[in-house]
């Protein structure tokens, strides 16, 4: 193999470049990573996590001369955007690789090999539990192989030629180390995924091209070349993260309060900035314990029994992706695949994920103690990049639903997302606005579910749509206008007015997705009547398809609504369901709402 001429010296632009062409690597095989992912739990996505790890340094990063300047915006990249078990823990071997390099701007080989003998320490510390066979392994063996050839070579394209053999030996192993591994017949996906890095590295030495284009490859994967596990072999369901900043953040003590709620634990980061990654079953728990350790942000959960269903259970070719705003029950979720995008919901400096790493009664209690009224914010781009690249490996084509454009710009980055991987994948994704929110888009994404259940081709379902959306109302009985004074949508004037006048007003959608005060009353009873009125003039026996009831700590008024609707319709409730807590931060705490659908 011929060798570029002598790299005596290691910058932060040449290490910059030198990771691009590891990244790429790593982009273009992430699907055949998924595939031999068994390790720690079969999720089927160490690919898609280490791809959308490394998008998060390539997206952000400019490199400067200096290597320590460089390696420290990689790090801090890759650690806001750090995905899965794998993709934290090589967060944190860019971490410990940036703070042991101290305030290098050119790194000799000598140099490099002692900071990366005193990082394998940051990333065996990160790991609650850690176990050899896995890619914790194969960077101690790499790094110690560099470190043995301190003062043998000088040159670091050889250098990397040699120690990835090393590696790549390592690799092979994984597979006698660990009996999920031996059991599968497989190498570990993590440990495969840091080898390709560095085999990416050495292509990009070879090419000697210090501008390499970064692209995404998305091959159809076939589902027969998964392993396939049961999902008891997944104990713990959620597979979560989120990044703590603080003062003082005692890693130790944090690590003894959080193994409690799962396995897999591993903080990352330093003592004032950590990313946390945790497989647990009840992420709302411990994410309202981890408020007292710090702010929170950039907070992630993935549900590993629907990603494992995805890659080897799906049960139609059709994915459906809706947001936090659909207010259906878990089962119905669950039972049609839907795939739930979080909207974001920030207390001050801390973030949460919507019914994710929040459930309502948590949100009930925070907002009546807390001082800072909470605002919304909608889900980024790169999530739904990341979810729709996921599923085109599986589906033949996805549907997206979500609440009114006129509510969030969720929908607008939905449709940005979808745009760009369906160019990139060449599968068929639509994106749709409800012109609703709450139980009204609840209705609409159930409709479009059961049609693909049914087997309805993709481009009937997306064209039927339009008279679905057309075809739903939602009430929205409003107990003050408290919230919607303190969320800024009723000035305070009016706020004051209507509560003189004791005013209970009706919200409702206009047929452009708008919110509109629909009608008004003077007492809570009056209000109720009203709406069961209006919910009479829209839907009959003989038209009604369905109708969803919603409320915020409301179960006695949603009760009675539910009654009622069961006698104008002559059928049960899909569910009565808590509002969605981004809803309630308009309409507030003691709001009841009924959504229906006709045939």
């Known amino acids: 193999m011929i060798l570029p001429e ?13 990771f ?8 273009d095989n992430q699907s055949d990573l998924n595939k031999i992912n068994v390790f720690p739990v079969p999720d089927a996505d160490t690919g ?11 997206d952000t990063v400019i490199p400067h001369h200096s290597f320590n300047t460089t390696a420290n915006t990689i790090a801090l990249a890759a ?16 971490y410990g690789l940036s703070t042991e390099s101290g305030s290098t701007v050119n790194h000799s080989i000598d140099s490099f090999a002692e900071s990366l003998k005193r990082t ?6 990160a790991v609650a539990q850690p176990l050899e066979g896995t890619m914790l392994t194969v960077i101690r063996e790499w790094a110690e192989f560099i470190y043995s050839q301190k003062g043998k070579m000088d040159d670091f394209a050889g250098l990397f030629h040699k120690s990835y053999e090393i590696a790549e030996d390592s690799l092979i192993h994984t597979t006698e180390k660990l009996s999920a591994l031996k059991i599968a017949n497989v190498v570990d996906a993590g440990a495969k995924g840091f080898v390709l890095f560095l085999e990416g590295i050495i292509e990009g030495m070879l090419r000697k091209n210090k501008h390499q284009e970064i692209t995404l490859s998305l091959p159809d994967v076939n589902k027969e070349d998964f392993h396939i596990h049961s999902h008891e072999q997944i104990g713990y369901r959620y597979c979560t993260e989120c990044m703590i900043r603080s003062e003082h953040i005692d890693k130790k003590q944090l690590r003894v309060r959080l193994e409690k709620y799962g396995d897999s634990l591993v903080i990352a980061g330093s003592d004032k900035l950590a990313r946390i990654h945790i497989h647990t079953n009840h992420p709302q728990d411990l994410f309202f314990e981890l408020r007292n350790y710090g702010s929170l942000s950039s907070q992630k959960v ?19 992706v809706t947001d936090s705003a659909c207010d259906l029950p878990q089962e119905l979720i669950d039972h049609y695949q839907i795939h739930v995008v979080p909207i974001n919901l920030h207390f001050g400096e801390s973030q949460y994920l919507d019914k994710i790493t929040i459930r309502p009664d948590q949100f009930f209690q925070l907002i009546k103690k807390s001082s800072v009224f909470p605002t919304t914010s909608q889900p980024n781009e790169t999530g739904f990049l990341n979810l729709y690249t996921h599923l085109s490996d599986h589906y033949d ?27 990139e994948s060449g599968k068929q994704i639509s994106v749709l606005d409800s012109r609703n929110v709450s139980g009204g888009l609840g209705l609409v994404t159930l409709r479009i579910a059961e049609a693909i259940s049914k087997g309805m081709p993709h481009r009937e379902i997306v064209a039927q749509s339009e008279e679905w959306i057309s075809k739903c109302k939602i009430m929205v009985s409003v107990k003050n206008l408290k919230y919607m004074v303190k969320g800024g949508r009723v000035s305070p004037m009016k706020g004051f007015i209507a509560n003189i006048l004791n005013m209970k007003p009706i919200v409702s959608m206009d047929e452009n997705g708008k919110s509109a005060l629909f009608d008004k009353a003077f007492s809570q009873p009056s209000n109720m009547k009203k709406v069961m009125k209006h919910m009479g003039n829209f839907i009959t026996r003989s038209n009604a398809w369905n109708y969803l009831i919603l409320h915020a700590e409301g179960e006695e008024t949603a009760g009675w609504f539910a009654e009622k609707m069961k006698e104008l319709t002559g059928k049960e ?22 959504a229906a659908m006709t045939e």
């Open 79 to 94: 650690l806001n955007g750090a995905r899965g078990n794998s993709g934290v823990i090589f967060a944190q071997f860019l």
């Open 397 to 423: 084509s996805i549907i997206a639903v979500h609440l009114s454009e006129k509510f969030s710009g969720t929908y607008r980055n939905s449709r940005k997302a979808a745009e760009r991987i369906s160019r």
């Open 573 to 594: 409730p899909v569910s009565i369901v808590n509002i969605s807590p981004v809803i309630c931060l308009s309409a507030g705490i003691g709001t009841v709402a009924v």
């Open 120 to 125: 394998v320490s940051y990333v065996y510390e």
């Open 48 to 58: 898609t996590n280490l791809a959308s790890t490394l998008r998060a340094v390539i």
């Open 20 to 27: 691009l062409s590891g990244a790429k690597k790593i982009l």
């Open 6 to 18: 002598k790299i005596t010296l290691l910058n932060g632009n040449l290490f910059y470049q030198l």
């Open 302 to 320: 993935d549900d590993m029994v629907k990603q494992h269903e995805v890659a080897t259970a799906r049960k139609w070719n059709i994915a459906l």
